[in-house]
């Protein structure tokens, strides 16, 4: 029974790139959560998506940063003309439909992306 | 906006002791708090979830304390060993915020062989 799926685990963009971020949720889960961990800051909530919809984005910078979760495929986390302050681990958690509130997250093992 | 500070911030203990790791929250009003652990370089892996009706919960060494009324959580470890070296988060999931999760900024553990 897989985990939270996230790639790339790496990733490196120059300045003005765009950087792509890939979370597979777990299996039977329909609830994605972005975080992102800054370095020597804690885990920062960004986004809450469920299939199609996004429930609530006030964590997400109000430009460059747009998130997805499509009927088919993974949840996408896009950083258009990344900047050197983007430099950071990106988590992905999921929860089942059923009790959302009540449910454990689970998280992946994250993306750092470096921006040079 | 909740708020959630763990104490200390860094530790070290000789092998066999026991772990106490101390965290606070501002706003009581949540619907659970969650212990994770996290390696260097690695994800979450959750550890303990506490609704905010119970007052503690328990799997293998590990035990986790709630009290809501004063804002904090306690995680101990007894018998700590060199593996329980990581870093632990307590995240707080409060009743106002779209499922969102406070995360304090950890608990980094050094168990000394």
């Known amino acids: 029974n897989a985990g939270v799926m996230q790639n790339p685990r790496h990733l490196v963009r120059r300045r003005g790139q765009e950087a792509r971020l890939r979370c597979s949720p777990m299996?039977?889960?329909?609830?994605v959560y972005w975080y992102r961990q800054l370095p020597e800051e804690g885990l920062k909530f960004m986004v809450y998506l469920q299939k199609e919809n996004i429930i609530d984005e006030s964590g997400m910078p109000k430009e460059r940063f747009s998130a997805e979760f499509p009927k088919e495929g993974p949840s996408i986390l896009r950083i258009q003309q990344v900047v050197r302050g983007d430099s950071a681990a990106y988590f992905c958690?999921?929860?089942?439909?059923?009790?959302?509130?009540?449910?454990?997250?689970?998280f992946g093992n994250g993306t750092r992306l470096t921006v040079t | 906006k909740q708020e959630v500070t763990q104490i200390p911030a860094a530790l070290s203990v000789p092998e066999g002791e026991n772990l106490v790791l101390n965290c606070s929250f501002t706003?009581?009003?949540?619907?659970?708090l969650q212990w994770f652990r996290q390696d260097p370089g690695k994800g979450l892996t959750s550890l303990l979830l506490?609704?905010?009706?119970?007052r503690e919960q328990t799997s293998g060494r590990l035990n986790a304390s709630l009290d809501k009324s004063s804002g904090r959580s306690t995680l101990y470890i007894a018998a700590s060993q060199p593996g329980d070296s990581a870093t632990y988060l307590c995240?707080?999931?409060?009743?106002?915020?779209?499922?969102?999760?406070?995360f304090g900024k950890g608990n980094q553990v050094v168990v000394i062989p």
């Open positions: 506490i609704q905010s009706s119970q």
């Open positions: 995240a707080a999931r409060d009743i106002y915020g779209n499922n969102r999760l406070a």
């Open positions: 706003d009581s009003a949540i619907y659970n």
């Open positions: 299996k039977g889960h329909s609830h």
């Open positions: 958690a999921s929860s089942p439909p059923t009790a959302p509130y009540n449910s454990p997250l689970h």
